[in-house]
């Protein structure tokens, strides 16, 4: 079928090409990237005249397409499916994973492509028509000095707008006295230019760029204006004409006109048209970019190969000395230069390839939204410089691919054009992941001289005129985070499992910087030490030449800083990124002095956590290790190592530093590079007292920067002041080096191995010990406290207990009677405090055996609590005999229960006769007995495998991602309890950033990055709709840096691990069910392979998740506020509950609250720097050979007397007892909220039932009093009596309470 008659009907989607004629002579670009510069148009016959003469010649794609798949007339409703269609659908299934994902793709083209000549932009159609002809009829200038030309632009922009317009030279500006004539002629062709009339435009989030060409009449020019800037000059003053001419035109009532840079590059400024708000066109969401160039045979390109050298040294010092210095290479100046004169060059060789590969157009499109998903704009209010990566750049790429296929030119991965739109995406993705382009240069055919263009460094593509480098300019850290990204995608679209199309073309995280990377840093600096002179004798002609080359100041800032750090932390990060703030306005793109916004991000490596950086060896490798040194002063270290070798290595801390220490290593090993060599400096918690002394000491030769000065660069980082919301007061005041989770784990294996020593002793041998403790898991809010123990006795404010399950072997004598067998549960446990405290003498052994909430009729548990599976499970423990040992040498205390098989087969058992007997409420609480067994035994213990393994195997982030979100629930007041998260689905929601990425990022490298992708979790997820997985089974890949690694070496992106399709398929078909059982209604639900129907910790009402989901995004704009403003001053807000939306508020007496030393230091909730004296940082010592467990007499640990004078309370909280009263009392009338890790207020909201009004009865079951003259229906109304069930609560709370604050009657 021709190209310019294809339609694809369905799905209301329809690819448009442009039919080219000879009149055909309009081109118009959108492109949702800001850099799209290069792209240009050109029709079959570009060397005839182009010139735009009335508006019947603009003809626009979309014009006389056919209808129907393939032209086929429709069918007949009664007729079935066409094998076709049918072989269509089996193609989509097996292509696309499923049809969905098919469908999904052809909405979104549907929906983002924007079809030159349809009733969508007929407004912008017209407007192009009216730019044109406003360009073609402006008045030309006769030739002038430079003085004259900014004094003539001054004077018809003051008359056109009111105020002086200047002309936009670039750095540096014309030397004053410059033999150099300007003029200005109408542009003699103007065309409409880029991806719209190929086919490729798209439109996201933010507006999309419409380019016009307006072609500089070569009469302009002399043939050496190549030659210092001289074609820039006379660039620039055509773009002032325009400007001031545009402001006199009509277009000035419709448009608002500016300057703008294109790609950042001050040599390249254009003139941008933004619809005004008040107009139709404003809805479209479109900018006009008016971009001059020039035609190809203007200036001779053969002289501007990127070898070349066109700005001499002696113009960048404004002398006449012609051998000042050695000339150096200006590569990106000459690519400026000409990718102004190809543009049609390049336009003309897209439409042929799009004309050989018919769904050219629609994978374009596909990659311009994939990579416009993944462009950094702003953070907060700061806005930020786009990329220099550009869609154009990316549609190059996908016609290498294409056309070297079809000519055989170039090796490499090649793609065919029969392909559809979504392979020859995927393969351009794929290749994208696999190729360096840092490494491996790439050419269009085989004509270009790759000696010339390999030896300039960077990235190359050559065009196919081989003339010009295509990603001249372009950062290598942009070629670095495309690669990562494309290799997370090329994951994503070969998962065998799940429907990725989100991740891949939606997620918004990948476009916020707070998320997107493990550690983000705010470095505000003085531009001025970073640059070179500019004038006098102290200038360096070589780094200013140097610094000119990049094109903005800022950006050759930029180049600097990410050269710097990503060379020192190589082994450290797969990633760093430096954004620089964009310009205030547009006359600051040239200043110097001044202060400029760069925002570091960083992806870590698996050896960001690693205590020793290993350097070269000074024998082998001498130059290797000057540079070591130079990077790292005194902080390289001559170290011998195990396998004899002698090497250079930075030390960071010892081997039992604690992992909220390790987790810091990177922001340290950064904020110490910054300091030695930029003179930057940081908060104390990124650079230590130590740290700052040894960059200081001895700087490098090239370091700038006074350490000194007060306008010193200050870099700030909410990585490190996070975590310290993770700590509580007692880690603050504890030797952290000791108090470590590695300590109680090496603690419960002892305790495991003492109990198994005793089997001789007991009825039964012990097959095991099974942990179920959070503080054995990495989980708890902070590592479990050791006691210095005397006698076995040691005493705290409050003793965490640390529950471990006691599985025997099998036997079959145990008994059938449920109160005879829980009795036998406590002989094993009586026997077994007797073995052990005769064979540990110290030990403290205490045995219950207390059966709370049994009756003594049936030996059931009847807790009502039990059918609220959301938080008062925390108590079952208690309902059963348990033994609590003091373990002198770890220091902590385990409280031991007996794991009974037969227990859990009995109830099963009973309740199966129960049903069968037709007694339901029988049934129903031996049912809920048996789902609480398994709860306690089984589902805690597989539970508590999953997380262990999470967090020790494969992301030691994790663990205190979790303590962060966990912090965060509490702080809240939403942890725990009977209304609360609980504990598990806290683990469960921390497990699911880290086991599968749901935002299109690869697994969170530190806990600041896994608490934020959390919180935006909490925020974004919609629970109604989507299903909410975690995939224990893929958590080890889930972070992509060894799969990819793996998938690029062998070109095959696979993932072999994680859940089947077909299991992946019972969870869904599981979820569905609940919803059309209508149990999901908005509620927080987390599945697993094992639970698929969440029943294991059950859900999360609807009205606590939309609270969690507003909080989150309250919490998610503060952190991004901070960041912003590089400020922490407001993050305690994050932490801290607001205590207004509550009814009324119970202030307990702080001196009876005995976990108030689990809440946060003080020092979490300074700012800015300042902080106290508890929280200063300690001196480094390094002890290499300590042991992993010490001792618990040998541990500083601050012990805390107990509240109530008395010794032996393991466990004991009364604030959590009385507010397990409370609501038992009020359960049907009070929601009660309390922060379960010491918080001082119990919160309180009147149910809604609370809230109305009911008919008098004799037995209402709550304190109501009377409303006087109100009735409902015929009896007397009654309402709750709230002032006299506050009054009551203060009763029960004697003691307890301190006051109780009514918020609201």
Not at 714 to 731: K, M, Q, Y
Request: aromatic share 6%; glycine share 6%; proline share 4%.
């Amino acid at each position: 079928m021709a190209a310019g008659k294809r339609k694809l009907a369905g799905a209301g989607l329809a690819t448009h090409s442009t039919k080219h004629s000879r009149n055909d002579q309009t081109r118009v670009e959108a492109d949702d990237s800001s850099n799209d510069s290069m792209l240009a148009s050109d029709d079959s016959d570009a060397e005839s005249d182009s010139s735009m003469h009335d508006a019947d010649e603009l003809k626009l794609a979309g014009e006389n397409h056919e209808s129907g798949v393939g032209g086929s007339t429709e069918r007949s409703k009664a007729r079935g499916a066409t094998n076709a269609e049918i072989m269509a659908l089996n193609e989509a299934s097996l292509l696309f994973k499923s049809n969905l994902f098919k469908l999904q793709i052809d909405e979104l083209l549907s929906e983002t492509l924007v079809t030159a000549g349809s009733k969508v932009t007929r407004d912008l159609d017209a407007a192009l028509k009216q730019i044109r002809d406003v360009l073609v009829a402006m008045d030309s200038t006769k030739e002038m000095t430079v003085d004259a030309a900014t004094n003539l632009v001054r004077k018809l922009g003051k008359q056109a707008t009111g105020h002086a317009v200047a002309i936009p030279f670039p750095d540096p500006a014309p030397a004053a006295g410059l033999a150099l004539k300007l003029a200005f002629e109408a542009p003699d062709v103007v065309n409409v230019v880029g991806s719209y009339p190929l086919g490729m435009a798209v439109r996201t989030q933010r507006s999309f760029n419409v380019d016009v060409l307006a072609q500089m009449p070569a009469q302009m020019f002399q043939e050496r204006d190549y030659m210092n800037y001289r074609y820039f000059y006379k660039r620039a003053f055509f773009v002032a004409m325009i400007r001031v001419q545009l402001h006199a035109s009509a277009l000035n009532e419709l448009f608002d006109i500016e300057f703008e840079l294109l790609r950042s590059d001050t040599r390249l400024p254009v003139v941008v048209l933004r619809p005004k708000s008040d107009t139709r066109l404003s809805k479209l969401g479109c900018v006009v970019r008016i971009q001059p160039s020039i035609a190809p045979d203007t200036l001779p390109l053969r002289r501007l190969m990127p070898d070349r050298n066109h700005v001499r040294a002696a113009y960048v010092a404004g002398t006449t000395d012609a051998d000042l210095v050695a000339e150096q290479a200006t590569p990106q100046y000459n690519a400026a230069v000409v990718s102004d004169a190809l543009q049609l060059t390049h336009m003309k060789y897209l439409f042929e390839t799009n004309e050989q590969c018919t769904e050219f157009g629609r994978a374009a499109a596909l990659l311009r939204v994939w990579l416009g998903q993944r462009t950094v704009q702003h953070i907060g209010q700061q806005q930020l410089m786009a990329p220099r990566i550009s869609g154009f750049a990316l549609t190059m790429v996908l016609a290498w691919l294409v056309r070297s296929a079809n000519s055989g030119g170039v090796t490499g991965a090649r793609l065919s054009s029969s392909m559809d739109a979504h392979q020859l995406f995927k393969g351009a993705i794929e290749f994208l992941a696999a190729h360096d382009f840092n490494h491996g240069a790439l050419q269009f055919g085989t004509d270009a001289d790759m000696t010339v263009f390999g030896a300039q460094s960077g990235a190359v593509l050559v065009d196919p005129s081989a003339s010009v480098n295509v990603l001249a300019g372009v950062q290598p850290w942009e070629l670095d985070a495309l690669r990562l990204h494309a290799q997370q995608t090329a994951l994503d679209l070969n998962h065998h499992s799940a429907n990725h199309f989100s991740r891949v073309f939606l997620s918004a995280a990948l476009t916020d910087v707070t998320a997107k990377y493990d550690h983000v840093f705010r470095l505000d600096i003085d531009m001025a030490p970073f640059l070179a002179a500019r004038f006098g004798s102290e200038m360096n002609v070589t780094a200013r030449a140097a610094e000119l080359e990049h094109g903005h100041p800022v950006v050759a800032v930029q180049h600097r800083i990410a050269q710097l750090l990503s060379t020192a932390l190589a082994r450290q990060t797969r990633l760093v990124a430096v954004h620089a703030g964009a310009d205030a306005s547009f006359d600051d793109r040239i200043k110097a002095t001044r202060r400029h916004v760069f925002v570091v991000g960083v992806v870590t490596s698996a050896d960001a956590q690693r205590l020793v950086d290993l350097g070269p060896s000074p024998d082998a490798q001498p130059q290797d290790a000057a540079q070591f040194r130079t990077l790292w002063g005194d902080r390289a270290e001559l170290r011998r190592f195990r396998d004899g070798s002698i090497r250079l290595a930075t030390v960071w801390g010892a081997n039992a530093m604690p992992l909220e220490q390790r987790a810091q290593i990177v922001p340290r090993m950064l904020a110490f590079l910054l300091r030695r060599h930029f003179g930057v400096l940081a908060q104390p918690e990124l650079l230590h007292a130590d740290d700052q002394s040894t960059a200081d000491c001895v700087r490098p030769s090239e370091a700038i920067g006074d350490v000194t000065a007060e306008s010193a660069g200050r870099l700030f980082s909410l990585s490190s002041r996070i975590v310290e919301f993770a700590s509580t007061r007692d880690l603050s005041e504890s030797d952290t080096d000791r108090v470590t989770f590695e300590a109680a784990i090496a603690g419960f294996d002892q305790l495991q191995r003492e109990v198994k020593a005793l089997e001789e002793k007991l009825p039964l041998r012990v097959l095991a010990l099974h942990a179920v403790a959070p503080g054995l898991r990495y989980a708890s809010l902070a590592p479990p406290k050791p006691l210095a123990l005397a006698q076995g006795r040691g005493d705290d404010a409050y003793v965490e207990p640390l529950h471990v399950l006691v599985e025997f072997t099998t036997s079959n004598k145990w008994p059938d009677d449920m109160a005879a067998l829980h009795k036998v549960k406590s002989a094993f446990l009586l026997r077994l405090a007797e073995c052990y405290a005769a064979a540990h003498p110290n030990a403290h052994v205490d045995v219950s055996s207390r059966f709370f909430g049994y009756s003594a009729q049936d030996g059931l548990l009847t807790g009502a609590s039990s059918v609220q599976l959301a938080g008062a499970d925390d108590f079952d423990y208690e309902r059963d005999s348990f033994v609590d040992i003091r373990h002198i040498s770890s220091g902590l205390t385990f409280r031991l229960s007996v794991l009974c098989e037969p227990e859990g087969a009995l109830l099963a058992h009973k309740a199966q006769e129960m049903v069968r007997a037709g007694l339901s409420a029988q049934a129903d609480a031996l049912q809920c007995a048996h789902r609480r067994w398994m709860r306690t035994t089984q589902w805690r213990a597989m539970h508590h495998r999953q997380i262990l393994d999470l967090c020790q195997r494969h992301h030691p982030a994790a663990s205190l991602t979790i303590r962060l979100l966990k912090r965060w629930l509490s702080r809240h007041m939403l942890l725990g309890q009977s209304v609360g998260v609980p504990d598990e689905t806290a683990e469960l929601l921390a497990a699911r950033v880290f086991t599968d990425p749901w935002n299109g990022l690869a697994a969170p490298g530190s806990a600041y990055a896994g608490f934020v992708r959390c919180l935006q979790l909490l925020a974004e997820w919609r629970w109604t709709e989507d299903m909410c997985v975690v995939d224990f089974a893929a958590a080890g890949n889930a972070d992509s840096e060894d799969s990819a690694r793996v998938a690029s070496a062998r070109r095959v992106w696979t993932t072999t691990d994680g859940l089947s399709a077909d299991a992946y398929a019972t969870l869904q078909a599981a979820f569905d069910a609940a919803i059309q059982r209508k149990d999901v209604r908005g509620a927080l639900r987390i599945v697993t392979a094992e639970d698929p129907n969440a029943e294991w910790w059950g859900t999360v009402s609807p009205v606590l998740t939309r609270r969690l989901q507003s909080l989150a995004r309250a919490s998610l704009q503060t952190i991004t506020d901070c960041i912003s403003l590089g400020s922490d001053s407001t993050l305690s807000q994050v932490f801290t509950a607001p205590l207004t939306d509550y009814d009324f508020v119970i202030k307990l007496d702080k001196d009876v609250v005995c976990r108030q030393y689990e809440q946060p230091p003080a020092s979490a909730f300074t700012s800015d720097g300042v902080q106290s004296a508890e929280s200063a940082p300690r001196k480094e010592v390094f002890k290499n050979l300590l042991p992993s467990m010490q001792h618990a007499s040998q541990v500083n640990v601050k012990q805390h007397a107990n509240v109530f004078g008395q010794s032996d309370l393991v466990g004991f909280d009364p604030v959590a007892l009385f507010v397990r009263d409370l609501v038992g009392v009020y359960r049907d009338s009070i929601l009660f909220f309390n922060d379960v890790h010491g918080g001082r207020c119990i919160a309180g909201l009147w149910s809604p039932t609370a809230r109305k009004t009911h008919p008098f009865t004799a037995s209402m079951g709550a304190n109501m009093m009377l409303l006087e003259h109100e009735k409902v229906g015929t009896k007397p109304a009654a309402t709750l009596n709230k002032r006299a069930v506050v009054e009551e609560i203060i009763r029960l709370g004697e003691g307890l309470v301190e006051n109780v604050v009514i918020q609201n009657e």
